[in-house]
């Protein structure tokens, strides 16, 4: 009887989570850990309280080269809304390039370069039909890869942002005229994404641990 | 027995590099262990690393994004690190301008270790915008480490990948030590940068007091990163000067050292209707926030 009672319930159980796979949800692509399907769980309450901002991120490298370490607990606190204090990332990108690249009568790399990455967010265009992520591809109409813009897991972030901020990327481009202030030894970092760190074509599409 | 020995202290060698790495000598960058805070909290899942938005590979009518968080998990830890219940993480998206947002993707979760369910929010419009944010109505909820399909063709994902950033981080020390958060004591310690934009330990453009260890005196060489061919240099219209670049090795940190180092990821694929239908445009400027119920 104990028996019995056990598989109806296992049957049950079976059936619940059957019923709830098939009408809220099903697993996509491997499990990634347990290779086990699981049942949608019941959404839970919904938290009601408020929840106030700590950290934000969109372009990558822009805080780490631009602004003291001191002041990303302001900018992430504020931006991107004129908060206060003031977001202290703007005036941040273009006294260090003012400083790296001194503007010339030809160019100014410093308010350039502030208007090109702030406010720090991606640019994407949704009815861009190339298939292809590209960072700063809105901003540089496509120079990049795409004018998909965003950001794909596998862009070679740090060199794009490396030669646009201290090399001749963007007077390639014709999107600045060229200064002849590159520094050639930090507008690359000769480093290559490892296989093991590269995109997948399964969801989740980021590469498993390792 | 000697290629097990040599092994075995490979191996020690490898974990003892992780550690120290992640205790001591952490990485920062793309922005990983942003401020001091975010890197000494008891979970660091509010420290977001990464965002991600790009055509899904599978299917051309949907979108992907994707949110790392937790820096520097070692090797073989990943299914041991978990989000923090109190943390809301959002995607922010602004149609046809920069800001405010009008659309929304958040996750919340509840429960500890292994267990934990995470719920989406959305897409849609925000409660209220800017920096104080309440959560929108759910999409569905989810177990961590498991791809799960939730309605209207959502795909979602919340659990431990491989980092996919790929950086040299102490080539980036040895000239901007500021950014790494060890060399600072606290929120407000201002640490060896504070009197501006900092290179090679040296205040450029403005005096400042700087610790020693980044104090162009005490470390002259000048900022450059690794790999370059002999004789390659810096140019003769650096305003730093024109110097040799360095031909050390280069390093991919986050993949080369200890085995290589983990994150925590939050990973969405949404049918692109879901972010244009409603909207006037299809342009749109996306922004990650971590947002803390404790206000820290």
Known sequence: MTNRLFALAAVGALSLAFSACSSKASMVGPAPATGLPTPQPTNPTTPTGTYTQIELLARPAIKEVFENFNDHKTTNAVEPYAGTPADPLPAEIKGTEDTLRPATVATDYGAGLQGLLYPNEYAVNLSDTSGKAAYLGVETGGATGSKFGGRDPNDDVINISLGALFGNTLSALGVLADDGEENNCISKENVVQDPSQMKTTTFPYLASPH | ?296
């Open chain 2, 1 to 296: 027995m000697n290629y097990r020995r040599i092994l075995g202290a490979l191996t020690v060698l490898a974990v003892a590099v992780a550690v120290f790495l992640y205790t001591g000598h952490p990485a920062k960058s793309s922005d990983h262990q942003d401020t001091y805070n975010l890197a000494t909290r008891a979970n660091t899942s509010a420290d977001i690393t990464d965002v991600f938005i790009f055509p899904s590979p599978s299917n051309p009518n949907n979108l992907v994004l994707a949110m790392d968080v937790s820096p520097l998990i070692p090797k073989g830890m990943g299914s041991t690190f978990f989000f923090d219940p109190t943390v809301m993480w959002q995607f922010k998206i602004a149609h046809g301008g920069t800001q405010p947002e009008d659309q929304v993707i958040q996750f919340g979760v509840t429960g500890t270790g292994a267990s934990q369910i995470i719920t989406m929010y959305g897409p849609g419009a925000p409660h209220e915008v800017g920096t104080a944010n309440t959560f929108i109505a759910p999409a569905g909820s989810f177990q961590y480490n498991v791809a799960t399909q939730l309605n209207n063709g959502i795909k979602v994902f919340a659990g431990p990948r491989a980092d996919p950033f790929y950086f040299d981080l102490f080539a980036f020390f040895s000239f901007l030590g500021d950014r790494n958060w060890a060399t600072h004591t606290s929120q407000t310690d201002p640490g060896p940068e504070t009197g501006g934009p900092l290179f090679n330990g040296d205040s450029v453009g403005a005096p400042g007091a700087f610790a020693p260890a980044y104090d162009k005196a005490a470390n002259p060489a000048q900022p450059t990163f690794n790999g370059f061919a002999a004789g390659t240099m810096a140019g003769a219209g650096s305003a730093l000067g024109n110097y040799t670049c360095s031909t050390n090795p280069a390093t991919n940190t986050l993949a080369q050292i200890g085995g290589g180092f983990d994150v925590l990821s939050f990973v969405v694929e949404v049918p692109k209707t879901l972010l244009t239908n409603g909207y006037t445009s299809s342009n749109i400027h996306l922004w990650a926030t971590a947002n803390s119920s404790t206000g820290t």
